[in-house]
């Protein structure tokens, strides 16, 4: 059962924690545009990488949090198809740090029963890493108290236009005809298959845009923007965030 207050609630997302028995409002999986380690790290005059290091830090404080509430999964997006534009000494920053994160962290995910997926197209990254990747992946496989997936090397409009392939090819093989392909063939063709429902998508640091992030599964997600810079995202974020989510009214286009 979901104990909700009875009143909308104080706004103090501490004070309103006690009155809740459920600390995900509802929110199955979550996903997060993780913005703003530049520009955290330019404010402190200190160099991008740092801002990024900083970021993987949020990131590790976050994916706890978000387990310890019982949230299912959660999304977050840490290189996207585009980041490839970037200066090459930043891309090899972001990739040491991934390499990095998958080998500390690992022991961790296995303790706390953390599920390790990847969405994207993450085997264009070197070799090394898509190495890391898969045998983190396997060792995590049955871990079942909350699926982490990584968006690697993703974009939205490649992950449908692969989605799309698959699906022809299906056709083709006669497995259906082309009549019969329903929702449910997209999004079980997507990298995200498996997955809850997205309920809610954050973004941070004041952009107010999706960049390519989730755009099929974001259908009837509830979007949250905050002017926070991602490595300042911390656990009464992520609470006010979702007492945010708690408080609307989600219709599906219903009334
Ligand atoms: C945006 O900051 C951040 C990214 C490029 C992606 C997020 C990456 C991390 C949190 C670090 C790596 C993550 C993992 C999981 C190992 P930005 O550089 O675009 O910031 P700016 O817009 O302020 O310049």
Redesign the pocket.
Known sequence: MRLMPTKKGSGDPDSDMAQVADPTHGARHIAII???????AKKKHLP?AL??KK??E??RDIVRVAGEMGIEAMT????SSE?WNRPADEITD?MG??RQ?IQSDIDEFDENGIRLKVIGNYKALDSDIVQLIEGALERTAKNDRMTLA?ALNYGAQNEMLRAVQSIAAAVKKGDFEPDEIDVSHVSDALDTAGLPPLDLLIRT?GELRLSNFLLWQAAYSELYFTDT??PDFDKRELQRALKSFGDRDRRFGGR
Request: proline letters at 0%; hydrophobic letters at 50%; aromatic letters at 18%.
């Open positions: 993780m913005d703003g380690n530049g520009r955290w991008r801002g990024h970021g993987v949020a990131v977050l997006y840490a290189f980041n972001l740090l991934l994160y990584i640091s810079l991602w």
